[in-house]
Nanobody
Framework: QVQLVESGGGLVQPGGSLRLSCAAS????????MGWFRQGPGKQRELVAA???????RYIDSVKGRFTISRDNAKNTVYLQMNSLKPEDTAVYYC?????????WGQGTQVTVSS
């Protein structure tokens, strides 16, 4: 059974940093690109960043230069380092394969950027 567990969220002031982690069970990690997604208040869920098994990355424009996605294939874990956080980054953050599968959504981790 595939399970994805996100952690590392919290409350941070604008300009601060957080590092999110996503531990995966099952075989999802070995074959697929992985992504971090987020859903802000009143917004649709969107892809924030993705990384292929080989380490190629892509980002949405609003986080380029501030966020870094990475993965450790030996640990079945994907990370999202978030720097220079802004209030508009406030959202629940999820990981999933890229493209996502509905069956894989976990509980997510809340990130709140506020002074």
């Amino acid at each position: 059974q595939v399970q994805l567990v996100e952690s590392g969220g919290g409350l941070v002031q604008p300009g601060g940093s957080l590092r999110l982690s996503c531990a995966a069970s099952g075989s999802i990690f070995g074959r697929n690109a992985m992504g971090w997604f987020r859903q802000g208040p009143g917004k649709q869920r969107e892809l924030v960043a993705a990384v292929t098994r080989g380490g190629n990355t892509r980002y949405i424009d609003s986080v380029k230069g501030r966020f870094t996605i990475s993965r450790d294939n030996a640990k079945n874990t994907v990370y999202l380092q978030m720097n220079s956080l802004k209030p508009e980054d406030t959202a629940v953050y999820y990981c999933n394969r890229d493209p996502p599968l509905n069956a894989f959504w976990g509980q997510g981790t809340q990130v709140t950027v506020s002074s």
